[in-house]
């Protein structure tokens, strides 16, 4: 893990970029020194430099609840070398979508080789971090993919909690590894997200396999997330991660 | 109104008996004088005395949270006349559920004269608690029986904001009025709740018409809210009763 570049951002926080295996990331942590915080790992759809604004937001946020906070950018995304089958799957996505054709075999193409190259990415990631000082476990997921923090709940014993941004598809074959999540979930659903497919979120969330699991479901469309949900998140995870 | 009992809870609570037209209540209020606090309706599915420990920890958690809260009795149901009509109804609907034949109708004849009975009666215990000195609006709606938050929340312009709690039938015929119905909304629906159609829940969920609306589906069977639930009622009503 090479750091390129530090600053230091309103209300103390520190941010730090880095590469990891060639992989951009960004780390933000308290801006004094304390004593080790637990680490929030923030989900993503992709694209780091696009996403900064809402992702810097969200990091610090989670500073000034106690926490470190986490991210390293997609297979595929950003300026990651791009992937044929992913942006072919994902043409094919949007087709079928306007033409109200099953999307199914689709997804299968576009989420599942995402999943199985970013989870262990994410862990290796998880290896760095936990070993810097001033950052401890257990760790949360906090946003998208929500297929990848299904599967890194599912398989990553240090993940304690997850709060999953039910905003992309999962496939289908996906809904039985969510029987194996066994951490304490919070799923965030905009309701009136045209582009989500609403049943398929609360069926998902059905399927988790969490005895404590709760879902929020808000108005405001896709990215009108209510910025109550961002207290509530904190919450969810200084109940599960101190 | 007229007050018949009065004692100290802990914390510092007041509580207050009293009957209106007949009709018991009891009124929680801050211990000590304080400038004048919103008030929240508690809601219940009646028997004030079976559910009085539920309701006075309710009761305190809103009293700590700076607000007033106060509770009646619902038509038919413990000191209060019983309904002939309504007993045959429940009993009705108890066979029917238990036959998996279908209860539109049944719930129409329970809940439409319940509704019809009680609305008038909240709103006038209303008009008397918003005249004692230490209580003011805007008011609060908190709990089931859902279909009578429903129609205070459309009808009672007093009404600012209402946590629903979806954990009874509501008649077809009141999803219309649900679309008239603009304050601010956090609906609880426990998604493991053996008695409580969960699809109905949702489709009302969807129907309201207001513009923030909030669900919170948690795990724990009809009587397992969370803890965690009372601090964010608390929250959703500091933010639109103040």
Not at 39 to 45: D, F, M, N, S, V
Not at 50 to 59: D, F, G, N, Q, V
Not at 171 to 178: I, K, L, N, V
Request: net charge neutral.
């Amino acid at each position: 893990m090479q750091f390129t570049c530090e600053q230091r951002l309103d209300g103390g926080v520190r941010e730090r970029e880095f590469t990891l295996d060639g992989i951009p990331g960004v780390l933000w942590t308290p801006g004094s020194a304390s004593a080790p915080v637990p680490l929030i790992l923030l989900g993503h759809p992709g694209g780091l430099r696009r996403m900064y604004p809402r992702l810097a937001a969200r990091a610090r946020h989670s500073v000034a609840a106690g926490f470190a906070a986490a991210t390293i950018e997609l297979p595929g995304a950003g300026e990651r070398p791009a992937s044929t089958s992913a942006e072919q799957a994902r043409a094919d996505l949007l087709r079928a979508l306007a033409a109200d054709e099953p999307v199914d075999a689709i997804v299968d193409r576009l989420v599942l080789p995402l999943v199985g190259r970013a989870v262990p990415e994410w862990r290796a990631a998880l290896d760095a971090l936990l070993a810097l000082p001033g950052i401890r476990g257990p760790v949360g997921y906090s946003g998208g993919v929500i297929a990848i923090g299904l599967r890194l709940a599912a398989v990553e014993p240090r993940i304690a909690a997850a709060l999953l941004f039910a905003g992309s598809f999962v496939p289908r074959s996906m809904f039985e590894e969510a029987r194996r999540v066994t951490v304490p979930l919070q799923v965030l659903l905009q309701w009136d997200d045209e582009g989500n497919d609403r049943q398929l979120a609360l069926d998902l969330f059905d399927a988790f396999g969490s005895r404590e699991k709760t879902l929020h479901a808000n108005m405001g469309g896709h990215t009108g997330v209510p910025w109550f949900e961002g207290d509530a998140g904190d919450r969810f995870f200084a109940r599960h991660l101190r």
